[in-house]
């Protein structure tokens, strides 16, 4: 659906991404599709799930016109979406660390996820170390063996204090470590956090 030739200005990027009005007889915007239940051609198309869209709750044109736009944006592939923010932190998280993981965490992280760190996380066996925000670099000192992400939020959700990102990235890329980052209140338009990689990558 992503219309592929559309230029890079930002101005532009947001008129046109997630369009695709070839898609649609002409239209800009794709129709909302409010519709659950999805007829196949036949039982072995279904079966094998060769059909892209097979039952509303799980995406309809609408939510990929969507993701489309978000991957566009951000610069990334595959972008999924969440019914709340804090499902996706939530996803992110237990997406990068599994049970017996440590994730490092700022101090000023958004309520919800550090309620979600101290109670259901602790609970499968996810550790969380709190981290002061403006550490930069020696976050490095935190790291243990089994630290396999580090979370990052920029500007803070509570205290809009601004993480060296490019630095933190650095120590955790070189440690083989993921970064998560809650980009809220900056949003790809302010701040490309896909872009920051580690020297070597």
Known sequence: MQNKTCPTGIDTILS???????DHHGFVNPPVYRGSTVVFPDVETMTRGAQRYQY?????PNTAAL????STLEGAEGSVLCPSGLSACITAILTAVGANGHILMPDSVYGPV???????AHR?????????????????SLFRPNTMAVYTESPGSHTLELQDIPAIAEVAHRRGALVIMDNTWATPL???????KSSDS
């Open 190 to 196: 302010y701040f490309k956090a896909m872009l920051i």
């Open 124 to 140: 499968f066996g996810i550790e969380t170390t709190y981290y002061d925000p403006r550490i930069g670099v020696g976050i490095e």
């Open 67 to 70: 993701c489309d736009a978000i």
């Open 56 to 60: 509303g709750r799980l995406g309809n």
């Open 16 to 22: 046109h991404a997630g369009s695709s009005p070839d």
């Open 114 to 120: 550090r309620h979600f760190c101290n109670t259901a």
